[in-house]
């Protein structure tokens, strides 16, 4: 796979925006498979080469990295704190595991309509 060439510059960002408040012991993991999912999922949507991803699409893919984790709770920082199940009788608590969470990132859309006008303007028409 390409490597996106502002892939450290983006990864410092998004962890800026979303802090390890949690001490998430997945933490890093999880953000940058989001990052690299994102930036995945705009190139195939663009039709452009992970390389060639212009800077003006670098704040999209860092809006959209930071909406995904957040909208899923994949880092646990809401009040579910990525609680899988929970049973009363003898109080069993299990949580989501790391592969849960890539599970979970697979089979997400992380492209949204808020962001597809913006993705549109740099989009390449295939013949």
Known sequence: MEQHPRLDELLTKVKLLMPNSQNNAGYDAIVEFTLEKVINDVANYTHLAI???????????IALCV???ATHNFLGGGVTTSV????EGDTTVS???PAD????L???NSLTDNY??????????KW
């Open 101 to 104: 969470v890539y599970a979970t």
């Open 84 to 87: 899988n199940s929970i049973n």
């Open 67 to 69: 909406q995904l984790i």
């Open 116 to 125: 597809l006008a913006q993705l549109n303007n740099f989009r390449v028409v």
């Open 95 to 97: 949580f989501k595991s």
């Open 51 to 61: 390389p060639e991803l212009p800077e003006e699409l670098d704040h999209t893919i």
């Open 106 to 108: 697979q089979g997400v």
